[in-house]
């Protein structure tokens, strides 16, 4: 989980390094067209291709949408802030998710301690929002970037919305996956047209990032990831990931070179205690009843 963990984190810097030599929209485009080549492949292999006939179109667009939707914000929120930013307000995902749940499924209520990692994460939000504004034409235009990261991470909370209660919920994930990804590859290449992202100057660095992003990133973290699922609790697994933005403040700085500022230090420090006080909900109940089990 900790290397799922580096690799997801590792993706904004890979992305901003050779946004000079391609256009993130066209770098997302390109793998996951080349990832669904081989997502579909292993979808046949497994006989799961029935599922695509199952009545799983409707949604799967939807999601193949918002995953597209997601990754637009991301790629050009990079265009304007840095990919430290980028990775923690990109995983403001699980806060949308949670209150999203909270308002469709009486179940799904969340607790006083949830409420209060809402009401810290997005004090984080503010916090950076408000303390970050310094010199210089480019800090001044970050905000855009930042608040197009909370948009990935809304876009990213209502995918996962769009599974759960849906028939996706009963397909298999490798089939959700493909939804997905072809979604990205259609979408964020006729954007890239459209707007005149196409430009590419070959260099050895952008061959490593797109490797990294094809091989590492679109094709062997997700079928790791998939296949923990079925073996590990999801609830722990998605504690764990807390991790991630984590790697990806750290190898925005290491290999990039990015500054972060006092204030983006604190709020981030809050979006991520934020989000481990909702994610890791679910563990601590299920430890409480345990303890409880076992006193009775």
Not at 230 to 254: E, I, N
Request: charge should be positive; proline fraction near 3%.
């Amino acid at each position: 989980m900790v290397g799922l963990c580096a690799i997801w984190g590792m993706q904004q810097t890979a992305l901003k390094a050779v946004a000079s030599d391609m256009a993130p929209v066209l770098q997302i485009c390109v793998r996951s067209g080349v990832a669904a080549v081989f997502i579909a492949a292993l979808v046949f292999a497994r006989d799961e291709n029935r599922a695509l006939r199952g009545g799983t179109w409707k949604p799967g667009l939807a999601i193949g949408a918002l995953f597209a939707l997601e990754y637009l914000f991301m790629g050009e929120g990079l265009r304007f802030t840095n990919a430290s930013h980028m990775g923690i307000f990109l995983y403001t995902a699980p806060i949308f998710t949670a209150l999203g749940l909270h308002f469709r499924l009486p179940e799904e209520r969340l607790s006083p301690l949830q409420w209060l990692g809402i009401v810290t994460a997005f004090g984080g939000v503010a916090v950076s929002f408000l303390g970050g504004a310094g010199d210089g034409p480019a800090r001044r235009t970050a905000w855009i970037g930042d608040l197009m990261g909370i948009g990935a991470g809304a876009a990213w909370g209502a995918t996962t919305l769009t599974l759960r209660f849906s028939r996706l919920s009963q397909a298999p994930s490798s089939v959700t996956t493909l939804y997905q990804l072809l979604g990205a590859f259609v979408l964020l290449g006729l954007l890239a047209l459209g707007t005149g992202q196409t430009a590419m100057t070959v260099t050895p660095l952008l061959g490593l990032s797109m490797a990294f992003q094809i091989v590492f990133m679109s094709l062997i973290s997700l079928l790791v990831w998939f296949g923990m699922l079925r073996v590990y609790l999801a609830s722990r697994l998605g504690v764990l990931s807390f991790m991630t933005p984590l790697f990806g403040v750290v190898f925005g700085v290491v290999l990039l070179g990015e500054r972060l500022e006092p204030a983006f230090i604190g709020g981030a420090v809050m979006v991520m205690a934020g989000i481990l006080l909702v994610s890791g909900h679910e563990m601590v109940r299920a430890r409480q009843a345990k303890r409880a089990a076992s006193m009775g």
